[in-house]
């Protein structure tokens, strides 16, 4: 091509750009937008495509040439951010249609031999798992393959393979096992956000998001391994996954966008997908990488890493770039992905609602038989066990598969004394799931007195040593044994019952209130 000729191509492309981002009001801090398209295509390939190729680093500049500040625009981010990314973060690429993915490499892997992965469900549910049904967000799990996806995706096949350990698109005892730990995994990451992970196809109307008055979106994660997809999107096999940045809660073109992509030709053990699968979607809420130093990628230290990295830790939790030397301190993830500001490209979810005051007087009633959350750093949660007159004791399980949770737990009396605590020092346990994440506390004898059991999310070390209490967050359970707690007081016996035949009908019971409320007010019999 001529000098001339480039110049006016590169004129094209800049009107192209500057008219698409005008036309849908980016202004200096925008959400990302870009040409709507007509809908998901059913051949992969971008009918709007505006560069040649997916191109990363100083081949993406000078591609763009004197189109930066467009292709800057397009993607909420201003030309000398966009450029810094560009030289900066070898894994960062332009897309056909001009728009910011990551394109990810697994640092660190575990050996998938020394923890093979195991069915904890019944097969029948591998593909009906939830763990927050009826959540306005969704992140679904596609493990069986796909006929379209969307159109700013640019590849030569028009329908990708599933998940297979075996090439046998059906899948096995070993791939029900596969699929249901990585959802284990994936749900626990997301646990303190209202959004559910499923395994079960919500249809598209659950993920696409038509424009900014639908509340009900998500994104899906696409787990395959088709080579074929994986060589037109990827490159290298040592590529484990790829993603949009900042696009969850896209209202104009969500369709296009999506889905995220995880990879499993060469990279199938449950720990590898399940971690690409929540860095990938990490994208799609906005983030960028956790490094170190001249590091893209941290992998971690002792037995932690962050999910924005790339390290297989027993311990792998979201991150605010705290430790020394990251390549994005202040980088805060919890603060990111739980953004409600319309013209930025972080957020889409919010945190579930607390099931439990942090203090004596505003403790849970009782103690929840499915469990509960901690969802922040500030988070603790206190929960009332009744009058408990013989041995106490209190047991505090994390998840039990890949936790993010490191547990305290305290027992107190209701004056809020602490009568006896426990917080174990976390290890690598099997070397996939840490150990010393739960905790328990006893006492010998109750006395007659109303007991309450506090949870709270720590750490371990330091953040350079092991991880602080920023994303100590996620799921327990509580195991209790209070000796005559559930029957020491309770309301006396009913006397002096009456009824009437009278229209309306009405009974009328008498009985003698309890002598110890547990130490918060009675709100019902």
Not at 493 to 506: D, F, N
Request: glycine residues 12%.
């Amino acid at each position: 091509m001529s000098p001339s000729g480039s110049r006016v191509a590169r004129s094209a492309l800049s009107t192209v750009l500057l008219t698409t981002a005008l036309a849908l009001g980016v202004s200096s801090a925008p959400s990302i937008s870009a040409p709507a398209p007509d809908g998901p295509s059913t051949t992969g390939l971008g009918a709007t495509d505006l560069l040649p190729r997916t191109v990363a680093g100083r081949e993406a500049l000078r591609v763009v040439g004197d189109d930066l500040p467009a292709v800057a625009e397009l993607n909420g981010r201003s030309p000398a951010e966009l450029r810094s990314m560009l030289l900066e973060e070898s894994s960062l690429v332009l897309t056909p249609a001009g728009r910011l993915a990551y394109r990810d490499v697994l640092a660190d892997r575990s050996d998938p031999s020394s923890n093979p992965a195991r069915a904890t469900f019944p097969e029948s549910q591998t593909f009906s798992l939830h763990s927050r049904p009826g959540s306005q967000r969704t992140i679904f799990l596609d493990f069986d393959g796909a006929t379209s996806f969307g159109s700013y995706w640019s590849t030569s096949t028009g329908t990708v393979d599933g998940f297979s350990l075996d090439d046998d698109p059906g899948f096995n005892a070993a791939e029900h096992a596969v699929i249901q730990e990585v959802w284990q995994r994936v749900a626990e990451d997301y646990a303190p956000f209202d959004v559910d992970v499923t395994t079960e196809d919500p249809g598209q109307a659950a993920i696409t998001r038509s424009g900014t008055g639908d509340q009900v979106y998500g994104a899906r994660a696409q787990i395959t391994g088709d080579v074929q997809a994986h060589a037109d999107l990827c490159g290298s096999q040592f590529c484990t996954g790829i993603a949009y940045i900042g696009v969850f809660d896209e209202p104009r073109e969500h369709a296009a966008l999506q889905p995220a992509w995880a990879f499993t030709a060469y990279f199938d053990d449950a720990a590898s997908i399940a971690e690409t699968v929540s860095h990938e979607v990490g994208h799609n809420l906005g983030l960028d990488h956790h490094g170190k130093g001249s590091d893209d990628y941290y992998a971690g230290h002792a037995n932690w890493a962050p999910i924005m990295g790339s390290g297989l830790k027993p311990v792998i939790q979201w991150s605010d770039g705290s430790y020394s030397n990251a390549t994005r301190p202040g980088q805060d993830d919890l603060a990111m992905i739980t953004d409600t500001n319309p013209n930025t490209i972080e957020g889409g979810l919010s945190l579930v609602a607390d099931e439990a005051g942090s203090t004596v007087a505003t403790a849970a009633s009782s103690v929840p038989s499915a469990g509960a959350l901690i969802t922040s750093r500030t988070d603790k949660d206190v929960f009332a066990l009744g009058t408990c007159t013989g041995p106490v004791a209190v047991t505090a399980s994390a998840a039990p598969v890949s936790p993010n949770l490191d547990i305290r737990l305290d027992l107190l009396d209701s004056a809020g004394t602490v009568l006896d605590t426990d917080d174990p020092a976390s290890d690598f346990g099997d070397g996939s799931t840490a150990g010393g994440m739960g905790a328990a506390v006893s006492i010998d004898e109750g006395a007659g007195r109303a007991l309450f059991a506090r949870v709270d999310g720590v750490g371990t070390g330091s953040v350079n040593t092991g991880y602080d209490d920023y994303a100590s967050i996620g799921h327990y359970t509580l195991d209790v044994t209070c000796s005559g707690g559930t029957t020491a007081d309770v309301p006396g016996q009913v006397s002096g019952l009456s009824a009437s035949s009278a229209a309306p009908t009405t009974a009328t019971a008498t009985w003698s209130a309890p002598a110890d409320d547990g130490g918060s007010s009675i709100t019902g019999y």
